[in-house]
């Protein structure tokens, strides 16, 4: 029997929301002939840090690894002491360079989710290969990436998850998680409704889960990626998930 969905595919929100500004520190390179956004921790940290590196795996929402927010969100997690690798599974295929009339983003999200799904293993696998495997790795995903950090969670290759605003999620992933998982959520979302959250955490409750929740009033669906800074609210929400996705990371990679 197929799983019930527990957070839709993709809204209206998932191609809306504000541009930020900034300069990102990162660099471009391949992994597994993958174009991958790396950020690296400052080397004032790396020298004061002791024990094994710490890596997170970042997989982005629609917009990809290389549009300018989600490189500062990389950018922010690698200056809090982890290297960040964020994978462009989209191929170059940019989202929001599609600027032509009659573009149907919808068919090119579903034709982008199969081959975000193919490519996605052998990619995990090369940054393992080279990261080492006494590396401490987290990863934390945005809408269209949280399916990748719930398949990682249901495994021993991560020691903690977290996503925000998730799609294309279904009951078996809650069911099958074996990692702890921290969920920042918005308090209007389409793609993850009350019910919905609600009922994840039935069921992590139900199988003794280590888990977190952070939900947000006053905002919606993308708020972690693609909120309006100009809004106290929103510019809040936004930094606090990061904040809070990072502490919990620093919680797990440092036992």
Same mark, same amino acid.
């Given at each position: 029997?197929?799983?019930?969905?527990?957070?839709?595919?993709?809204?209206?929100?998932?191609?809306?929301?504000?541009?930020?500004?900034?300069?990102?520190?990162?660099?471009?390179?391949?992994?597994?002939?993958?174009?991958?956004?790396?950020?690296?921790?400052?080397?004032?940290?790396?020298?004061?840090?002791?024990?094994?590196?710490? !890596?997170?795996?970042?997989?982005?929402?629609?917009?990809?690894?290389?549009? !300018?927010?989600?490189?500062?969100?990389?950018?922010?997690?690698?200056?809090?002491?982890?290297?960040?690798?964020?994978?462009?599974?989209?191929?170059?295929?940019?989202?929001?360079?599609?600027? #032509?009339?009659?573009?149907?983003?919808?068919?090119?999200?579903?034709?982008?989710?199969?081959?975000?799904?193919?490519?996605?293993?052998?990619?995990? #696998? #090369?940054?393992?290969?080279?990261?080492?495997?006494?590396?401490?790795?987290?990863?934390?995903?945005?809408?269209?990436?949280?399916?990748?950090?719930?398949?990682?969670?249901?495994?021993?290759?991560?020691?903690?998850?977290?996503?925000?605003?998730?799609?294309?999620?279904?009951?078996?992933?809650?069911?099958?998680?074996?990692?702890?998982?921290?969920?920042?959520?918005?308090?209007?979302?389409?793609?993850?409704?009350?019910?919905?959250?609600?009922?994840? #955490?039935?069921?992590?409750?139900?199988?003794?889960?280590?888990?977190?929740?952070? !939900?947000?009033?006053?905002?919606?669906?993308?708020?972690?990626?693609?909120?309006?800074?100009?809004?106290?609210?929103?510019?809040?929400?936004?930094?606090?998930?990061?904040?809070?996705?990072?502490?919990?990371?620093?919680?797990?990679?440092?036992?």
């Amino acid at each position: 029997m197929e799983s019930a969905i527990i957070a839709h595919p993709h809204c209206e929100d998932c191609f809306t929301g504000v541009k930020h500004s900034g300069d990102p520190v990162g660099h471009t390179v391949e992994i597994a002939n993958i174009p991958t956004y790396v950020s690296e921790p400052p080397l004032s940290i790396v020298a004061t840090h002791g024990g094994p590196k710490k !890596v997170v795996l970042f997989f982005s929402d629609v917009y990809g690894p290389f549009y !300018v927010n989600n490189q500062l969100l990389q950018d922010y997690f690698a200056s809090q002491g982890f290297s960040v690798v964020g994978l462009d599974y989209f191929l170059g295929d940019r989202l929001y360079e599609h600027t #032509e009339e009659g573009f149907d983003r919808w068919a090119w999200g579903h034709a982008a989710r199969a081959k975000a799904l193919e490519i996605t293993p052998r990619w995990v #696998e #090369e940054v393992r290969k080279q990261y080492g495997s006494d590396s401490k790795y987290c990863a934390v995903g945005y809408c269209f990436g949280a399916p990748f950090v719930m398949d990682l969670g249901a495994t021993d290759d991560i020691v903690a998850g977290a996503f925000a605003h998730p799609g294309f999620l279904t009951e078996d992933h809650f069911k099958n998680l074996k990692r702890p998982l921290l969920m920042s959520c918005a308090e209007s979302d389409f793609t993850f409704p009350t019910e919905f959250r609600r009922l994840a #955490e039935d069921i992590l409750v139900e199988k003794k889960a280590q888990y977190q929740i952070q !939900v947000f009033s006053g905002v919606k669906h993308g708020f972690a990626v693609r909120g309006d800074l100009e809004n106290s609210d929103g510019r809040w929400a936004k930094e606090e998930s990061a904040r809070g996705i990072i502490g919990w990371f620093a919680r797990f990679s440092s036992c």
